[in-house]
């Protein structure tokens, strides 16, 4: 869609305007509001640049202006900037050219605003169970390095027969009372390296995805955010008037989940080879493990009514309800999982520590 404009080269990146966060929100928002109300592109800019106090912005949108004022459509103006994604992008050429900038806009508008409430959902539910976690890390960590070493040499000095569990725990007291300083931080930097590359490098993120996929309980948030989003986005394409395989390769772009992304990948290619939703439905493997058998009926009795983009934004409605719902229970549902881990943590120091002691005052009254 945008070859005849590859020539010329981005001023940015489109990760490189990623900081700017609610900035982008602020110019999507704004340009929506002062378009919808008559007012010219270059007089809106303007309004825009002066209710922002970021001089990035400021010039972010006088360059926008500039290609503007050189004969640039507004979409193209913005592609430059690289502060939207392509599917954006398009939905405001798409606008342009059908005269319904200002509608399209609002959809771009509130798409943002979806991915901006999904991503916040998933990291409010994550944020206790983390936080618990690193508590009970750092205590862990704690114990292990300033009073293991003290135990250790307390019970070599008694010179009794240690349990194997106690034993381990010395070992580790003694290792770390030689070499904490570096051990210590060693091992936190291979624990986050070992995050990074299992849950974000980009070639092996996919195991991380794979454990997230098949764990009981984020495998219902995963299937439930991506059909809440897979029913909002392509119902919104489509009534902005995007077509429908260029819809499905946008939603397959904004998916993080490497099963969904194949799924789409197929979907966009059994669509663009004439296929309706229903036999591509039937020909995918493991569909209804993505898509739930009466979400894909529903989806099919939409196509053949041809209300299929007020069907599939209903659906994404519906999910984004459920999903909100999960989400506020997943810390109660992880409490007590996390409660047993700490309280395991916790009863292999205290046996490791009572076990021999009990050991001691036995042989002290023989």
Request: glycine residues 6%; hydrophobic residues 45%; aromatic residues 10%.
């Amino acid at each position: 869609m945008f070859k005849k404009v590859e020539t010329k080269k981005k001023r940015k990146s489109f990760f490189s305007n990623l900081l700017l966060g609610s900035s982008k929100d602020y110019i999507i928002e704004n340009l929506t509001l002062l378009a919808d109300s008559g007012m010219g592109m270059i007089t809106a800019l303007d309004s825009i640049a002066e209710g922002t106090s970021s001089k990035r912005v400021k010039k972010i949108i006088e360059d926008i202006k500039k290609d503007i004022d050189a004969g640039s459509p507004l979409w193209e103006a913005l592609y430059f900037s690289s502060l939207f994604p392509e599917k954006s992008i398009s939905l405001i050429k798409i606008g342009e050219k059908s005269g319904r900038l200002t509608d399209n806009l609002k959809v771009v508008s509130e798409q943002q605003q979806k991915e901006r409430s999904f991503n916040s959902k998933i990291r409010g539910a994550l944020l206790y169970p983390i936080f618990v976690l690193v508590v009970a890390v750092v205590v862990a960590i704690s114990i292990s390095w300033f009073i293991l070493p003290k135990l250790a040499t307390v019970f070599t000095q008694l010179k009794v027969k240690l349990p194997l569990l106690t034993q381990i725990f010395i070992n580790i007291g003694i290792f770390l009372g030689a070499n904490g300083s570096w051990a210590v931080p060693s091992f936190i930097i291979a624990f986050l390296l070992l995050i990074y590359i299992i849950f974000f490098f980009k070639f092996t993120k996919g195991i991380g995805q794979f454990l997230v996929v098949h764990a009981p309980i984020f495998k219902k948030i995963i299937q439930q955010m991506e059909i809440a989003r897979f029913g909002y986005l392509l119902g919104s394409l489509l009534d902005a008037g995007m077509p429908i395989v260029e819809s499905i390769r946008s939603i397959k772009e904004t998916s993080s989940f490497y099963n969904y992304r194949k799924f789409y990948t197929f979907l966009e290619s059994s669509v663009e080879d004439g296929n309706s939703f229903q036999t591509s439905f039937s020909k995918y493997r493991g569909i209804k493990k993505l898509i739930p058998s009466p979400i894909q009926q529903m989806i099919v009795a939409a196509e053949q009514s041809g209300h299929l983009s007020t069907s599939l934004k209903k659906i994404g409605n519906v999910y984004e309800e459920k999903l909100e719902d999960t989400t506020k229970n997943l810390s109660v549902i992880l409490e007590p999982v996390l409660l047993v881990i700490v309280w395991l943590g916790v009863m292999a120091v205290a046996l490791a520590v009572i076990v021999p002691l009990y050991g001691l005052i036995g042989g002290l009254q023989q």
